[in-house]
């Protein structure tokens, strides 16, 4: 069953059930807790990507009108490192670790052993729609879970195109794709998971949070946010403003969960950066923009409504700077910049997910920090400054998902760093090892020796017994 039709609900949640029940029996039956399994999939994921990438490629351009270069960067070369990853590495991530046992429980060793969490659902998004639906993939499968992928229902030629695709090459015992909307999400979330792992807005977030509280489901949640890039005195200017620009309006045109949201910069800088930042647009993407072909587009007629709603704010309208320039025919907003909007217009309420930069004129580091603060904490937040204390200050005093210093963006390639938000940018991280680990349980195995137990930590418990028992409280104490 790799498709269900959304006209008849009824039967879907039968078929859900009874899929659930199916991978639950793959899962008791053992085989995906192989090492053997587990490096097959990977590798079969592996050549799926290889040998699939023209038609990828042109199913995201179908769906989001993105240029071939950028899937190739953002989506199948992040899949293809993360697999080889998993292969390379999956033996050491399986090992138990030994952890040392204190001397009341000697003689005796302890392990922590991963176990797989079980049957997982992963929820994606659409805006990066191969790689946030088949990465969590390769947690799981590292992980030896078996898992049901939901892509989104906005980009249904890479749905369709992955629900084709995965069956051909992995194990459909274990690993399945469920095409639909709103209806289908709610039937996978009524059954009973070991695993949810979803990534998309913080609304659907939440009612996912709740499906899972039900049941006592543990989930990763990689929501979005605000992230903010803070810029002073010390940084060259051009080498900053390419970087931001690439992060804002290369990837995904602004629709990528940790693109820049809004600037903070040093108030003598102003100027000077929103001159460099209106040169580099053009260098990047020409004196039209609407004719490059570099630029992606906003993906469905509701969110160019919602983002020209953000622009056509009185009050934001009037600070436009850069762009504003839109047509709804072919869904394009022009790269914009709105400068020195009042902090509570809409545009700096929400998380802006489109090509609109605010850039917000600040004394320093201190206000900086204050207006981070004021808000909820972002998935990602940048620091372009040369000053050490600078960037030291923000990683210490803010909290962000992750702290990118003098780039935006491509932290996201570092698979060592864990990839993930906090507060209301989300719960729980991938990427790497971190992918393993959540879909992973740790169980701790301590193993007690037959040899006979120290008498002294048995009943009765003596006055000399107590005495051995208080001495372990004052042991080691002279070496801490
Ligand atoms: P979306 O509309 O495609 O929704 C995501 C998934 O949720 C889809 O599979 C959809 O079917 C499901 N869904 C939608 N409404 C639902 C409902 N009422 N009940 C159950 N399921 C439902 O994508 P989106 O949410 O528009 O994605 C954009 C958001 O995702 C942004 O906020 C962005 O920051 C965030 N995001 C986060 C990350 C990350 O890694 N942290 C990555 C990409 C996007």
């Not at 269900?4 to 008791?28: K, M, Y």
């Not at 996912?208 to 946010?225: F, I």
């Not at 790269?335 to 802006?352: A, K, S």
Request: charged share 20%; aromatic share 6%; net charge negative.
């Amino acid at each position: 069953m790799a498709i269900i039709e959304e006209e008849n609900l009824v039967a879907a949640a039968a078929g859900v059930e009874q899929l659930v029940r199916d991978l639950q029996r793959t899962v008791r039956s053992g085989i995906t807790k192989t090492e053997k399994w587990r490096i097959q999939q990977l590798k079969a994921l592996l050549k799926l990507i290889v040998e699939n990438q023209d038609s990828l490629v042109q199913a995201v351009f179908t769906d989001l009108g993105k240029p071939a270069h950028q899937v190739v960067f953002t989506e199948l070369l992040i899949l293809a490192t993360s697999c080889k990853l998993a292969i390379k590495e999956l033996k050491q991530w399986m090992a138990p670790k030994e952890v040392p046992v204190p001397p009341m429980a000697l003689p005796g060793i302890a392990f922590v052993v991963p176990e797989p969490l079980g049957v997982a659902l992963v929820i994606a998004p659409w805006n990066f729609p191969i790689s946030l639906g088949v990465d969590p993939l390769i947690g799981a499968i590292s992980a030896g879970c078996a898992a049901v992928l939901k892509p989104s229902e906005i980009t249904p030629t890479v749905s369709s195109i992955l629900a084709d695709l995965l069956p051909k090459y992995l194990d459909t015992d274990a690993i399945r794709v469920v095409e639909g909307g709103i209806p289908i999400t709610t039937a996978l979330l009524a059954q009973k998971w070991d695993k949810i792992f979803y990534t998309g807005n913080d609304t659907v977030g939440r009612i996912v949070m709740a499906a899972a509280a039900k049941h006592l489901t543990p989930v990763t949640l990689e929501l979005g946010g605000k992230s903010p890039v803070y810029i002073d005195d010390s940084v060259d200017l051009k080498v900053s403003a390419r970087r931001i620009c690439q992060g804002k309006w290369s990837f995904s045109d602004g629709q990528a969960c940790i693109a820049p949201d809004y600037l903070l910069v040093q108030e003598n800088i102003v100027p000077k950066l929103v001159e460099t930042l209106k040169e580099t647009i053009v260098e990047f993407f020409g004196e039209d923009p609407s004719t490059c072909a570099e630029l992606g587009r906003i993906v469905n007629a509701n969110h160019f409504r919602r983002l020209t709603r953000l622009l056509d704010d009185p009050r934001t309208a009037e600070k436009i700077v850069l762009g504003g320039e839109r047509n709804e025919q072919s869904l394009f907003i022009a790269p914009t910049i709105v400068l020195d909007v009042p902090l509570d217009v809409p545009v700096m309420l929400d998380e802006i997910f489109g090509p609109i930069l605010p850039i917000i004129t600040v004394k320093g580091v201190d206000e900086a920090i204050n207006i981070i603060l004021d808000l909820p904490k972002p998935l990602a937040l940048y620091v372009f400054s040369t000053n050490k204390a600078v960037q030291e200050r923000f990683v210490t005093e803010t909290s962000a998902g992750a702290v990118g210093i003098n780039e935006t963006v491509l932290h996201v390639a570092v698979l060592g760093l864990p990839f993930g938000g906090v507060g209301e940018s989300g719960m729980g991280a991938y990427h790497g090892k971190h992918s393993f680990d959540a879909f992973s349980h740790y169980k701790g195995v301590y193993h007690k020796s037959m040899e006979a137990d120290a008498d002294g930590t048995f009943p009765p418990y003596t006055s000399a017994r107590n005495n051995l028992l208080r001495s372990f409280l004052t042991e080691d104490l002279e070496e801490i």
